[in-house]
């Protein structure tokens, strides 16, 4: 899985598209990502102590790797991910403008 966290990516398909935000949690194992402000869900909560109320909060889950983009730096657009062996390291570099991230 080629996204990270804090990375900046945008929606690409769903409900949410065209949305972009931050990577808040990558789970590689599941191939997905928890991105802030995105995929919002209504939840029910229960009540924690005895005499409060439960209620119904807003949550994000996660979206699908393949659903995100990662968002180039330089042209504030789409792009895909490659690696690149820069001085002995290996770096993470944009497909398009070949930006190191």
């Known amino acids: ?46 009540a924690t102590k005895s005499g409060q109320k439960g209620q119904i909060i807003e949550k994000e889950f996660p979206i699908h790797v393949s659903n995100v983009a990662f968002i180039d730096p330089k042209t504030k657009k789409a792009t895909r991910i490659g690696k690149k062996d820069i001085k002995g390291k290996m770096e993470r570099i944009t497909k398009k403008s070949g930006a190191v991230i």
């Open 1 to 46: 899985m080629k996204i990270k966290k804090n990375d900046n990516v945008i929606i690409i398909a769903g409900k949410d598209k065209g949305k972009t935000g931050n990577v808040l949690r990558a789970f590689p194992t599941l191939d997905k990502v928890l991105v802030e402000g995105v995929n919002k869900k209504k939840k029910n909560q229960r």
